[in-house]
C-alpha cells in the first residue's frame, strides 16, 4: 500500500556554508538570530517593534527607533556579523515557545517593510559537526 498523506519538509539540506540570503532563527530561550543579509534587509535598525499574527502564526518585525515604546533592542552578536534581539517577554506573551533553535525557512521582508516569520515553516538547527 502506497501512503498518499505526504508531509513535505519545510527546510533545507544541512551544508555547512549556506551564508547566501536571509537567515533568521530562534532559540528556546527566545533569543531571535538575524544573518547580515537580514539585518541588512530590514534597513539596519538600531530596534524593532514586534507584532504577532496569531491565527497565521507569524511573527512580525518592523524597524522603529530605540525611542519607540516597546522598542526591541537589535544587538550586534559577539564573533559574528549578524544580530540578536532578545525576544523571550515577547514569546511569553503570546505563548510561543520553541523546543530547540529553529530556522525560519521562508524569512522575508513585505511591502510594508515588515519582515515575516512564519512558525508554521519552522525546522530544527543545529550547529553540526565540528
Known amino acids: 500500500m502506497i501512503s498518499s ?7 533545507r539540506q544541512f551544508s555547512r556554508n549556506v551564508t547566501d540570503g536571509i537567515r533568521v532563527t530562534m532559540g528556546p530561550d527566545g533569543v531571535i538570530y538575524m ?12 530596534a524593532v517593534e514586534m507584532m504577532y499574527d496569531k491565527p497565521r502564526q507569524v511573527i512580525g518585525l518592523q524597524k522603529c527607533s530605540r525611542l519607540t515604546d516597546g522598542a526591541f533592542l537589535v544587538k550586534p552578536k559577539s564573533g559574528s556579523k549578524g544580530r540578536i534581539i532578545h525576544a523571550s517577554a515577547f514569546c511569553m506573551h503570546f505563548l510561543i515557545k520553541m523546543l530547540r533553535t ?5 524569512a522575508y521582508i513585505d511591502q510594508n517593510g515588515t519582515m515575516q516569520l512564519h512558525l508554521t515553516t519552522v525546522s530544527a538547527v543545529t550547529r553540526g559537526a565540528r
Do not use: K, Y
Not at 5 to 11: A, D, H, N, S, V
Not at 35 to 46: I, K, Q, T, V
Open 5 to 11: 498523506q505526504w508531509t513535505r519538509f519545510p527546510g
Open 35 to 46: 544573518n547580515a543579509a537580514a539585518w541588512d534587509a530590514l534597513g539596519r535598525p538600531e
Open 102 to 106: 529553529g530556522l525560519f525557512n521562508d
